[in-house]
C-alpha cells in the first residue's frame, strides 16, 4: 500500500524527469536567438522643414557599428515625402513615441508597415542593400537631396551644402564612369528634384512630382504650400535573422527633414 510520503516522492521523481526531458528537448531543437542591435545614435546635421537656410539642407549623421552581433550587416536610410508638414510632424512624433528600448523594433515596424517608409535610392545605382554597408568601424554619413539651383558645378569640400551628393567616410562618392551618385527616390529612378529646376530632365520622368497613390509619398489634397514638398528621414541598424531568414531592425535615428520647394 502506497503512503503518503512515497505518493509525494514519486510525484517528485516525475517532475525531476519532465524537467530533465524539457531541458533535453530544448536544447535539441534550440531556442531562437535574440538578436539586439546597437541603432545609429550621432546626427552632425539634423534639418528641419521649416528651415529657410537652404544651406543646411542636407543630413549627417554616423553609424554605429563596432560591438555589433554577427548578424549585423549595416544601416539603412528610410525617407517619406508630404505635402502637408502637419502630417510629417504626426507620424515622426508616432513613430519616435514608441522608439524606446523596452519597444525593441517597435518603430522601424511603424516606420516600414505603418507608414510605408522606403529605403532610399541612389542614380547611379550603387546596389547596396543596406544603403551603407557595415565594415566593422563607425562611418560619417552626409547626404543631400537636391542641388540649390545655380550651384550644379560645386565641387568643393562643403558640397552637401549646395549640391545633392552622398558622402561616405569623407569621400564623395562618385561612379566608375566619374559621375556624382546622389539620392534618388525607391527604384532608382526618379529624383527629388521634383521641379527639374537644373533643367537635366531630358526624358521627361526623371524629375517628376510625387503622386497621389506613390509609395513614398503621403497625400494630402490640402498642402501646407504652394510648390513645396516636405522629405523626412530615418537611419536604422539592420541585422539579418537566420533562423527567420528576414531583417530585424535597431532602434532609429530621426535625420531631419527638408523642404522641396520650386525654383530653389
Do not use: H
Not at 523626412?232 to 520647394?261: E, H, M
Amino acid at each position: 500500500m502506497l503512503t503518503e510520503s512515497s505518493i509525494t516522492k514519486q510525484n517528485k521523481r516525475l517532475l525531476s524527469c519532465f524537467f530533465l526531458w524539457w531541458t533535453f528537448f530544448l536544447s535539441s531543437c534550440g531556442l531562437d536567438t535574440v538578436i539586439s542591435i546597437n541603432e545609429p545614435t550621432i546626427t552632425k546635421n539634423d534639418p528641419l522643414y521649416s528651415s529657410d537656410d537652404y544651406l543646411t539642407w542636407y543630413f549627417s549623421f554616423t553609424t554605429n557599428e563596432r560591438n555589433q552581433q554577427d548578424s549585423f550587416v549595416g544601416t539603412e536610410i528610410y525617407y517619406k515625402i508630404y505635402n502637408n508638414y502637419s502630417n510629417l510632424v504626426s507620424q515622426r512624433n508616432a513613430i519616435t513615441s514608441v522608439n524606446y528600448t523596452s519597444n525593441g523594433t517597435a518603430a522601424a515596424t511603424k516606420m516600414i508597415d505603418t507608414y510605408t517608409y522606403q529605403p532610399l535610392g541612389t542614380n547611379p545605382v550603387i546596389g547596396n542593400s543596406p544603403f551603407i554597408e557595415s565594415t566593422g568601424t563607425n562611418t560619417d554619413v552626409v547626404l543631400r537631396l537636391k542641388t540649390y539651383t545655380g550651384n550644379e558645378s560645386y565641387i568643393g569640400e562643403d558640397i552637401e551644402s549646395f549640391r545633392a551628393c552622398l558622402k561616405i567616410a569623407g569621400e564623395l562618392q562618385t561612379s566608375t564612369g566619374g559621375e556624382y551618385i546622389v539620392p534618388f527616390r525607391i527604384g532608382n529612378t526618379k529624383s527629388f528634384d521634383f521641379f527639374d529646376d537644373d533643367n537635366d530632365d531630358l526624358s521627361g520622368t526623371r524629375d517628376v512630382e510625387p503622386e497621389n497613390g506613390d509609395s513614398d509619398f503621403y497625400y494630402n489634397s490640402s498642402p501646407s504650400s504652394t510648390d513645396t514638398y516636405y522629405v523626412q528621414l530615418f537611419a536604422v541598424g539592420v541585422a539579418f535573422d537566420s533562423d527567420n531568414l528576414s531583417n530585424t531592425y535597431s532602434l532609429v535615428l530621426d535625420l531631419g527633414s527638408v523642404p522641396i520647394k520650386k525654383g530653389s
